[in-house]
């Protein structure tokens, strides 16, 4: 197959795989319709909200292998670079913008996080999710501590690329997320700046 057709069925298949909107399909078996609960997106954060921790953990693995599995088979098919860095975009833009929802679904961040566990491995991955778990303990506000860990990304993607010649292409990558997250989370900032995001855990 033409090596042009084969980048763009990837880039194709992988936004709809990103566009799959778990939260939505796993809240409606609870007859729950998670676009009306809270900020009303349908990520990972806003089904703990209505269904708890364990729903949450549930819809965050999802979102995170149905991204994985989009990068993971293209990495057979294409060399670290250009192309598999789109391709690893695709379900992210899928994820904020579904198809079947009317292009408003979640945040992101899940499914950015299978293109870090890609690019960076788990050795770093691991490292950054333990950041992540101890300024979520001590700021106990999720859109906070997304926008902040989010922050590190260019470094860990030149961290791990640095001897590669395609090497800015992931530190362009890691800036991309960044400007996606905070896009993603422009409502969030604004209850930030007015004092009234919620934590997520409270006493």
Not at 30 to 46: E, L, P, Q, V
Not at 55 to 67: C, F, G, P, Q, R
Not at 111 to 121: D, E, K, L, M
Request: net charge positive; hydrophobic share 55%.
């Amino acid at each position: 197959m033409d090596n042009q057709l084969l980048f763009v069925i990837f880039l194709i298949s992988g936004y709809l795989l990103g566009s799959i909107p778990f939260g939505y399909l796993i809240s409606k078996t609870k007859k729950i319709d998670i676009r009306k609960i809270g900020s009303g997106a349908t990520g990972a954060t806003n089904v703990s909200r209505a269904l708890g921790f364990k729903y949450a953990i549930l819809v965050a693995t999802l979102d995170i292998a149905k991204a994985l599995f989009t990068i993971y088979i293209a990495s057979f098919y294409f060399q670290p670079g250009w192309q598999l860095v789109l391709i690893s975009i695709a379900p992210v833009i899928g994820h904020i913008f579904p198809i079947w929802l009317k292009f408003k679904g979640g945040k992101g961040v899940s499914v950015i996080f299978a293109s870090i566990i890609f690019i960076i491995g788990w050795k770093y991955s691991l490292i950054l999710f333990l950041v992540w778990i101890l300024a979520l303990s001590l700021i106990k506000i999720m859109s906070l501590t997304n926008l902040i860990a989010c922050l590190v990304l260019p470094f860990l993607f030149w961290l791990k690329t640095k001897d590669y010649p395609y090497s800015y292409i992931y530190v362009l990558l890691g800036i991309f997320y960044i400007l996606v997250i905070w896009f993603a989370h422009r409502e969030n900032i604004k209850r930030l700046r007015q004092g009234i995001e919620p934590k997520i855990i409270k006493k």
